[in-house]
């Protein structure tokens, strides 16, 4: 059964870099799918899409976060990666990783449990 | 950006009954080429992930209940509960995918009246 797990640190200092990795367990990620994605959430309130990795090298970012957004793959350890820098406290959210569920079709059928991260000095 | 609207915000329905959940887009998320429309529906309740119901507008995830329906076309959709149970009780979020930024709607809130 595969099992996505967020991690990182809680709390992240205003104009650093917040650095999240999400954990694919239960298969290899390049078998489980090509395509994943981070989304975010701030407390009460609705879903923000981050950006989305293609295993096969390309990515996408949502224009709301401008240059600031990275996400990267690591096969060998099964891990999907998001950093992001210059953050405010508009940056403090819960993020998720999730799996698309049809390669190439960007609705997510599988959601990590979420991370939460506070920026504040 | 496409935009999405969803409405009520929240709705409070008796046990039982029906709820139903609306969503607009602010353009058509219907790709002709494959007659799609690329629309998702997700329930998220306190403290978890949203868990998608439905995707292609209409297709029901495995697993998910039948009283669980999705339709429209367009720029038009909706989510039906035919019978509300007291596990419904969520928040439930519309998500496009025709085209990059992806974009959710606000969400509506789903309450036992």
Redesign the interface.
């Known amino acids: 059964q595969v099992q996505l797990q967020e991690s990182g640190p809680g709390l992240v200092k205003p104009s650093q870099t917040l650095s999240l990795t999400c954990l694919v367990s239960g298969g290899s990620i390049s078998r489980v799918s090509d395509h994943w994605?981070w989304i975010r959430q701030p407390a009460g309130k609705?879903?923000?899409?981050v950006g989305?990795i293609d295993l096969r090298g390309s990515t996408?970012y949502?224009?709301?976060l401008k240059s600031r957004v990275t996400i990267s793959a690591d096969t060998s350890k099964n891990e999907i990666s998001l950093k992001l820098n210059s953050v405010t406290a508009a940056d403090t959210a819960v993020y998720?990783c999730?799996r698309v569920?049809?390669p190439g079709?960007?609705?997510?059928?599988l959601?990590?449990?979420?991370t939460l991260v506070a920026v504040s000095s | 950006d496409i935009v999405m609207t969803q409405s009520p915000d929240s709705l409070a329905v008796s046990l039982g009954e029906r709820a139903t959940i609306n969503c607009k887009s602010s353009q058509s998320l219907l790709y002709n080429s494959n007659n799609k429309n690329y629309l998702a529906w997700y329930q998220q309740k306190p403290g978890h992930p949203p868990k998608l119901l439905i995707h292609w507008a209409s297709t029901r995830e495995s697993g998910v209940p039948d009283r669980f329906s999705g339709s429209g076309s367009e720029t038009d959709f909706t989510l039906a509960i035919s019978s509300l149970q007291a596990e419904d009780v969520a928040v439930y979020y519309c998500q496009q995918y025709y085209i990059t930024p992806l974009t959710f709607g606000g969400g509506t809130k789903v309450e036992i009246k």
């Open positions: 994605s609705g879903l923000e899409w989305r996408n949502n224009p709301s998720f999730a569920g049809e079709y960007w609705y997510f059928d959601w990590g449990r979420g």
